[in-house]
């Protein structure tokens, strides 16, 4: 069975410029990041700390919010925490080219991606340009819009999950995550494989982001994160989505438990 993956459909139409928030007390950082973005397909709005980014995204619409983890008065784990509550905006994290530990953190709050300083501008430019379209959909995938995995119901167009009839909330690279698994689902894939299908460029081996978006999907949509039965761990391997959730073992009834 082939792989039902991902290819980027050329886009023809014409649209507006994205809105591009990004919070950086480093001012070279912050204006490096302006100057490289803004032009016909981006339009870019800078904040200086984490308090005035989450002011500034509560004033305008935004498709793409850019946080540096160290920042005053409000940080970049807490200024994404406090964004993630009201919206499913992408949401990227800067940090150092050590900051695995604030990259998996970002993670647990709810961040989509990650870019570490010092980092190149070709390099921002196509991380941007992969979150974005992953976020607006621009991705014709050989897979049905809505999918099926027992009572766990996937709606691509509508970017919706339920889980036995209710609604489950998942940030975009959660969603983006689970319908690879369950367009393919019960075949195993590695990390490397994953990172490139679904987060979109090459797998980086010295982060768990996989790791940490898997343990967030288990904890919405498994009864027992701890003991997952949906997105199962194939040792050695890595991860696959189980065609059916297994029935909960039946208890024993003793012989003598009628009389």
């Known amino acids: 069975m082939p792989l039902l993956r991902r290819t980027r459909q050329p886009v023809t139409e014409q649209r507006q410029p994205r809105r ?23 339009v870019v ?15 305008a619409a935004f498709d793409l919010v850019i946080l540096d983890v160290m920042m005053p008065f409000v940080d970049g784990f807490e200024a994404c925490q406090r964004i993630r509550e009201s919206s499913d905006v ?19 709050l709810g961040a989509d991606d990650y870019i570490t ?7 921002l430019l196509a991380r ?8 607006e959909g621009r991705h014709d995938r050989q897979a049905p819009a809505t999918l099926e995995v027992g009572d766990l119901h996937i709606d691509k167009p509508r970017h919706e999950v ?24 019960e075949r195993v894939f590695d990390r490397e494989t994953l990172f490139r299908e679904v987060w979109g460029y090459e797998y980086v081996g010295e982060t ?14 498994e009864i027992e994160p701890s003991k997952p039965r949906r997105i199962v761990t194939v040792r050695g391997v890595g991860y696959k989505l189980a065609s059916a959730e297994p029935a909960e073992p039946k208890a024993e009834v003793p012989p003598d438990a009628d009389n």
């Open 20 to 42: 591009i928030l990004v919070a950086d007390d480093d001012v070279s950082i912050a204006n490096l990041v302006r100057q490289a973005l803004n032009g016909p397909s981006y």
């Open 45 to 59: 709005e800078v904040a200086v700390n984490g308090l005035e980014a989450i002011q500034q995204f509560h004033k």
């Open 90 to 108: 992408p949401i990227v994290i800067l940090t150092s080219r050590g900051g695995s530990d604030d990259i998996v953190h970002g993670f647990e």
């Open 117 to 123: 300083k010092p980092f190149k501008i070709a390099e």
């Open 128 to 135: 941007v340009d992969a979150i974005l379209r992953r976020a």
């Open 162 to 185: 339920t889980l036995a009839g209710r609604p489950v909330v998942l940030t975009p690279m959660e969603f983006e995550l689970l319908y690879f698994l369950a367009a393919n689902q």
């Open 208 to 221: 768990n982001l996989v790791d940490v978006c898997v343990r967030r999907l288990r904890e919405k949509i």
